[in-house]
């Protein structure tokens, strides 16, 4: 009963406008996720936008990064034709790409360095999927060339989800699983919480290799959090 409560909360929560920042954080409170987010915001001030990176786990860390600062999202293609959030990411400007078809990728580069020198954010998952577990991924490097050739800020940030305090997979959506059955695992979920940790900013210097590896190991807590 306490899912069906929910669903019926995430359904009305859904159906009500407002600014997007509150919409996500609305989701969050109906399907009874804690957002653990003191350190905010995520855009670095003045000048161009920040690409915001992040490890990636979970059609929740979308909603969570919303509930936190909406901002423009570099997606596959896949997540335009999701339910709800699919509409709000384009509502957001986020651009769909598919991930396989390389020839589009300087276009998608040359596109998000606009995106950067107009000043706004956008965010990247560089693994590129789904990781339900740490360490993830590699970062793919081509979202790094567009901050290079923008001059744009870095900032990594780190999602996790936790039960009663321990690292938890519940919210994680990886390999054959579907969106509907992902939604009822976080809907049956006790205590679950999202933690968004932004660390500090890298600054637009190197080469992509060395940036995507600098923001890999800030995301993976190799560096101090931001306070």
């Not at 996500?24 to 804690?34: E, S």
């Not at 300087?106 to 560089?126: I, K, N």
């Not at 994680?172 to 500090?200: I, Y």
């Amino acid at each position: 009963m306490d899912a069906v409560r929910r669903g019926s909360a995430l359904a009305v929560s859904l159906g009500r406008g407002g600014p997007l920042r509150e919409r996500a954080r609305r989701v969050l409170d109906a399907l009874d996720v804690r957002l653990d987010a003191t350190a905010g915001p995520l855009s670095v001030p003045g000048g161009p936008g920040t690409l915001i990176v992040a490890n990636h786990v979970s059609w929740l860390d979308i909603v969570a990064l919303l509930a936190v600062e909406p901002a423009a999202f570099l997606a596959k293609r896949e997540v335009g034709d999701w339910p709800v959030l699919g509409p709000v990411a384009a509502a957001q400007g986020t651009l769909f790409v598919d991930r396989w078809a390389l020839r589009s990728l300087p276009a998608t580069v040359a596109t998000v360095a606009a995106r950067l020198r107009e000043g706004r954010s956008v965010v990247v998952f560089p693994e590129a999927t789904t990781w339900c577990s740490a360490p993830g991924g590699p970062f793919r490097r081509a979202a790094f060339q567009a901050a290079l050739d923008a001059g744009a800020p870095v900032r990594p940030v780190s999602l996790e989800y936790t039960q009663g305090g321990r690292p938890s997979t519940v919210a994680a959506f990886v390999g054959d699983d579907t969106l509907v059955r992902s939604v009822g695992r976080v809907l049956r979920a006790a205590d679950l919480t999202v933690r968004v940790r932004p660390r500090e900013p890298l600054p637009p210097a190197g080469d992509r290799r060395q940036l995507a590896a600098l923001a890999r190991d800030a995301v993976l807590g190799r560096e101090p959090a931001r306070v």
